[in-house]
């Protein structure tokens, strides 16, 4: 099975690195595209494959192509890959907001799998939500997650309404751990602690919280009540952050980032 990746960046890097650890495809069969001569080169000294700089020597010989190149890039690189593409072949895309039937009409092609990955894939700790055309079959689909899975966690959505809900809760969801562990970690250096004690006194505790929630059954709420007592000091936060509506605000900013998402997708 050959893979082809058109895009060399971040996250086409990351797939090749994690389907070549992983052993889903040797170097002999993944193909990357990548027009920047300068970034080609740098990839080319990776040992991740074979590296190419036009289309028509690899396009054709691919069974599963992804598209991980910018939204914004969509239409050209269509352009570029229309006439080299066949029907039997699996289009898997991460272009955010670009939706199947785009790519469908883009490339002239019917079997497409749209992802939304977000940034810990590049770690192998990802989440990625997944759909795709009718025409896709059942061992195509199989063969593509099992890929995707190098990277972490994967779920199938039903429809692409749920790949927009996915980006606005998986996909921006690392940027609002960041902010939260960015205000508890002002907190901790406000209370006179070093950088450095700071950091890890936070990273450590979303870590170990984060490990906690995965290994039982309990909801979040039932943690934070295991996590409380009446009059302590857990308490007196809880309080503070229901005043402060801070839940309420963490969902509303969940929604826009979904309602964007929505935006980015009807634009042609």
């Known amino acids: 099975m050959k893979i082809l990746i058109i895009g060399g960046g971040n996250m086409g890097l990351t797939y090749a690195q994690s389907f070549l650890r992983t052993q889903n495809a040797s170097k002999d069969d993944m193909m990357i595209l990548e027009k920047s001569t300068d970034r080609a080169s740098e990839l080319s000294k990776k040992d991740i494959g074979i590296v190419y700089s036009e289309a028509s020597p690899c396009v054709p010989l691919a069974d599963i192509v992804i598209l991980a190149v910018k939204p914004q890039d969509a239409k050209g690189m269509f352009a570029t890959v ?4 066949h029907h039997q072949q699996v289009f898997l895309s991460i272009m955010a907001g670009v939706k199947i039937e785009q790519i469908q009409e883009g490339l002239g092609i019917k079997k497409v799998i749209r992802a939304m990955p977000n940034l810990p894939a590049q770690i192998g700790r990802g989440m990625t939500a997944f759909t795709s055309s009718e025409e896709v079959t059942r061992i195509e689909l199989i063969t593509v997650q099992n890929l995707l899975n190098t990277t972490g966690k994967t779920v199938y959505v039903a429809s692409e309404k749920f790949i927009d809900a996915a980006t606005a809760i998986s996909g921006s969801g690392p940027a609002y751990v960041f902010l939260f562990m960015d205000a508890m970690i002002s907190a901790a250096r406000g209370m006179g602690f070093s950088p450095a004690e700071a950091e890890l006194l936070v990273s450590q505790t979303f870590l170990g919280a984060t490990e906690l929630y995965n290994s039982g059954d309990f909801t979040c709420r039932e ?13 007196a936060a809880m309080l503070s952050f229901e005043h402060q509506q801070v839940k309420n605000h963490i969902i509303e900013g969940a929604n826009a980032a979904l309602n964007r998402a929505i935006e980015l997708g009807q634009v042609k």
Do not use: A, N, R, Y
């Open 223 to 235: 943690w934070i009540q295991k996590v409380s007592s009446k009059g302590g000091t857990t308490e």
């Open 82 to 85: 229309k006439d080299k593409v």
